[in-house]
């Protein structure tokens, strides 16, 4: 924790601080609260901020515009309310079941091969360098496969005897789970495996006693949008992503 701004916290991020060798804060901003966030990144001499808002609050959007933040992504999370809608059938062309002893290493090589130059705030930052975005989300997956880490459940999907996906879940609360990082390998796009590792997901989510379920991903990945509304999820709300860089 850098410092706590009435109810918003500014936090030192070391794991982005660590992989781009530059000191690293993330923090939800508002119009009311930004020229104090300004003000604590620079008193702790912060290289890069890693910003959030709310797409409705344009007044906070404006405010960035003007102190220099560069909009990196727009976040769109969609919902499933467990006791409202049905539960979906899982087809039967891949295998789903939960993360085993000897799955990391494989569960990696499709993180590090799905997300290969993917278009979110990382690499939409040119100053960022690329390999490093793209190690991101491997080392994101490495994390999850790790228990007490960052995620309460992994889920792996198989097609013909091989790992060919994963998803990551975490409990927000009783009420609600958070669907953080599916992936599936290129060479199995296409063949129903998102949508199987979806709709597992909402089974494990029932099973807890969880009222809804939630995911996000970047508003220009419609492919992915496609396959949860299908399944059922719907829009729920979004948020901007900015960059603002302390050194000009």
């Not at 660590?18 to 104090?36: M, Q």
């Not at 969609?78 to 079941?97: N, S």
């Not at 508003?219 to 900015?242: A, D, I, L």
Request: net charge neutral; proline share 3%.
């Amino acid at each position: 924790m850098i410092k706590t701004i009435a109810s918003e916290a500014i936090t030192f991020s070391q794991l982005d601080s660590d992989r781009f060798g530059i000191r690293v804060a993330r923090a939800r901003i508002t119009s009311e609260n930004l020229a104090d966030v300004l003000e604590a990144c620079r008193d702790e001499n912060v290289s890069l901020l890693i910003a959030r808002c709310a797409t409705s609050d344009l007044r906070t959007v404006q405010a960035a515009e003007e102190h220099g933040f560069l909009l990196t992504d727009t976040l769109l999370y969609y919902r499933f309310d467990l006791h409202k809608l049905p539960m979906p059938a899982l087809k039967k062309e891949c295998h789903v079941r939960p993360l085993l002893a000897g799955d990391a290493e494989q569960v990696q090589r499709v993180a590090a091969q799905a997300f290969q130059g993917y278009m979110g705030h990382y690499h939409a930052d040119p100053r960022l360098d690329r390999r490093k975005c793209d190690e991101a989300y491997r080392s994101w997956a490495e994390r999850s496969c790790v228990p007490g880490s960052t995620a309460d459940k992994v889920l792996v999907a198989e097609y013909s005897g091989q790992v060919a996906g994963f998803g990551t879940l975490r409990k927000n609360s009783p009420a609600e789970v958070e669907g953080l990082l599916f992936g599936v390998a290129p060479e199995y796009q296409g063949r129903g495996i998102c949508g199987a590792l979806m709709i597992s997901s909402l089974q494990w989510s029932l099973s807890q006693g969880s009222e809804r379920m939630i995911i996000s991903t970047q508003v220009t990945n419609v492919s992915m949008q496609k396959v949860w509304c299908r399944v059922g999820f719907e829009p729920s709300h979004s948020f901007y992503t900015f960059h603002r860089w302390f050194d000009r």
